[in-house]
């Protein structure tokens, strides 16, 4: 049993441009949860599916980010028109439906804007 | 709301010392759970336990080991004999049971342990 993945690992982009990063859940894990996370801080909460559906957005998520999990199985976190603020490291995780409480996190996509 | 601090910004120890990590939370609810994280430099946070608020027994596993205790609301987490290995950020953080169902974590700011060999 694989871990959850992300992709990539590593982006650095300009500002203004769009990025996407993809995050592979555990197999089998309904819920998938997005995170942020800036040097020196813990996770902060993105927003979270069960399933397909989006349940929960953070005030965190502007109107530039936009979250998928078209069927259920990976998910994709879109960031438009970038901005500087935006670099940081973008988490993602995945919890399964008997141990809702208890994600278990990939590694991370570090994101730089230039 | 619910809280959490690591008061510990960073700790660094020799190899082959005992190192506490302390963790204080305030929450309102009864029921909630309690989790540590380990994040090594390759980014990934690796889920080290998970204590449930009704469970107030210590969990020893290998050299970890974590001390629940609701009267001061901590839940320290003691390595035993450091390895250069255990060189990363711990994080402590909190999931109310009452969350909706959401179960989103608030996490503290972590604390850096250096082991030197």
């Known amino acids: 049993d694989t871990g959850v993945s992300q992709d990539p690992r590593h982006k650095i982009t300009k500002r203004g441009q769009n990025v996407t990063f993809r995050c592979d859940p555990i197999?089998?894990?309904?819920?998938l949860y997005w995170y942020r996370q800036t040097l020196g801080q813990g996770p902060e909460f993105l927003t979270y599916f069960q399933n397909e559906a989006q349940l929960e957005k953070s005030r965190l998520l502007s109107d530039r980010f936009s979250a998928e999990r078209p069927k259920g199985s990976f998910s994709t976190l879109e960031i438009q028109r970038t901005e500087q603020g935006d670099s940081a490291m973008y988490l993602c995780?995945?919890?399964?439906?008997?141990?809702?409480?208890?994600?278990?996190f990939g590694p991370g996509t570090r994101l730089l804007v230039l | 709301a619910q809280k959490v601090t690591q008061a510990q910004t960073e700790i660094s120890v020799v190899e082959k010392e005992d190192v506490t990590l302390d963790c204080v939370y305030e929450?309102?609810?009864?029921?909630?759970?309690l989790f540590w994280y380990k994040q090594p430099p390759s980014g990934e946070l690796v889920f080290l336990i998970r204590r449930n608020s009704f469970d107030e027994q210590n969990e020893i596993s290998g050299r970890y080991s974590w001390n629940f205790q609701k009267s001061t609301s901590s839940f320290n987490f003691t390595i035993t004999a450091s390895q250069v290995v255990d060189s990363a950020v711990y994080f402590c953080?909190?999931?109310?049971?009452?969350?909706?169902?959401?179960?989103?974590?608030?996490f503290g700011r972590g604390t850096s342990l250096i082991v030197h060999p």
């Open positions: 953080a909190l999931i109310l049971h009452a969350s909706g169902g959401s179960y989103i974590p608030t």
């Open positions: 995780a995945s919890s399964p439906l008997r141990v809702q409480e208890t994600q278990y």
């Open positions: 929450t309102r609810d009864t029921t909630y759970y």
């Open positions: 197999s089998e894990h309904n819920r």
